[in-house]
Antibody
Framework: EVQLLESGGGMVHPGGSLRLSCAAS????????MTWVRQAPGKGLEWVSV????????FYADSVKGRFTISRDNSKGTVHLQMDNLRAEDTAIYYC??????????WGQGTLVTVSS | DIQVTQSPSTLSAYVGDRVTITCRAS??????LAWYQQKSGKAPNLLIY???SLESGVPSRFSGSGSGTEFTLTISSLQPEDSATYYC?????????FGGGTKVEI
């Protein structure tokens, strides 16, 4: 059974940092691209970042480029999102997604990030 | 960036109705388009990938069609459990982009 468990969310002041983690199991992690998607309260879905299976290929939304860094540890089955210089508009539920838009794709339950003074 | 526009934003229908949601891309995405269903308070679930391929386990009343810039998601006979918000998403190129969503009320 595929499991994706996000952690690391919480409340932070503007300009602060958080590191989100996603622990994955139940599938061949090293060959699977992993994605972060976020959803601001009451709003739609926004793609944030993706990392390929080897960790070499990484892409970011313009809204987070230069502030967020995606990484993965294939030996531990984890993917991370380091979020620096956070802004109020980064407030959202952050979802870890296995194989976005592919057969067998699955979403975690999400972790809430609140950026507020 | 490829913009994706969904219509309508809200849809009210009855059980048994045939429902269609439209998604338009600002440039051709070939068939690199997916549809997701999100029920209130839950994470989204994949319904359709590559414009018309039904994800395993998804009821056959859901279908997708289209290519290029215009796509549709059809629910052939609306059921009470289909009350949700539906999103399309293009993956022709980065940044990936989602439509604004269509809330289906029953």
């Amino acid at each position: 059974e595929v499991q994706l468990l996000e952690s690391g969310g919480g409340m932070v002041h503007p300009g602060g940092s958080l590191r989100l983690s996603c622990a994955a199991s139940g599938f061949t992690f090293p060959t699977t691209a992993m994605t972060w998607v976020r959803q601001a309260p009451g709003k739609g879905l926004e793609w944030v970042s993706v990392i390929g299976g080897s960790g070499v290929n990484r892409f970011y939304a313009d809204s987070v480029k230069g502030r967020f860094t995606i990484s993965r540890d294939n030996s531990k089955g984890t993917v991370h999102l380091q979020m620096d210089n956070l802004r109020a508009e980064d407030t959202a539920i952050y979802y870890c997604v296995k194989a976005l838009n592919k057969p067998g794709g699955q979403w975690g339950q999400g972790t809430l990030v609140t950026v507020s003074s | 960036d490829i913009q994706v526009t969904q219509s309508p934003s809200t849809l009210s229908a009855y059980v048994g109705d045939r429902v269609t949601i439209t998604c338009r891309a600002s440039q051709s995405v070939s068939t690199w388009l997916a549809w997701y269903q999100q029920k209130s308070g839950k994470a989204p679930n994949l319904l359709i990938y590559q414009a018309s391929s039904l994800e395993s386990g998804v009821p056959s009343r859901f279908s997708g069609s289209g290519s290029g810039t215009e796509f549709t998601l059809t629910i052939s006979s609306l059921q009470p459990e289909d009350s949700a918000t539906y999103y399309c998403q293009q993956y022709e190129g980065y940044p990936l982009t989602f439509g604004g969503g269509t809330k289906v009320e029953i």
